[in-house]
């Protein structure tokens, strides 16, 4: 079973940065990427960000530039730095890990609220 945790979400004012970590725990065997989505009110999940196992990533074009997403593969965590934040940003982001199995694991989520 696996578990991922995630942190670092918050408040903050628009041009304001947040970094969010998610930690993966138990059977973390043969991943093929671990990435970042979210969902704001009313609207569908959306991809944020990917890391591949390789290590190529894939952006979502509205945060290209701005959001950075990194992993730590010692301690099976991905990070998502986001500067330049935008109202528009604001929503609950979740953590996802992929398995070459096919499966594929989430985290609870964690609210990122940017103000005007």
């Known amino acids: 079973q696996v578990q991922l945790v995630e942190s670092g979400g918050g408040l903050v004012q628009a041009g304001g940065s947040l970094r969010l970590s998610c930690a993966a725990s138990g059977s973390i065997y043969l991943v093929e990427d671990m990435g970042w989505y979210r969902q704001a009110p009313g609207k569908q999940r959306e991809l944020v960000a990917v890391m591949a196992n390789g290590g190529s990533t894939n952006y979502a074009d509205s945060v290209k530039g701005r959001f950075t997403i990194s992993k730590v593969n010692t301690n099976n965590a991905v990070y998502l730095q986001m500067n330049s934040l935008k109202p528009e940003d604001t929503a609950v982001y979740y953590c996802?890990?992929?398995?070459?199995?096919?499966?594929?694991?989430w985290g609870q989520g964690t609210q990122v609220t940017v103000s005007s």
């Open positions: 996802r890990v992929d398995f070459r199995s096919g499966r594929n694991a």
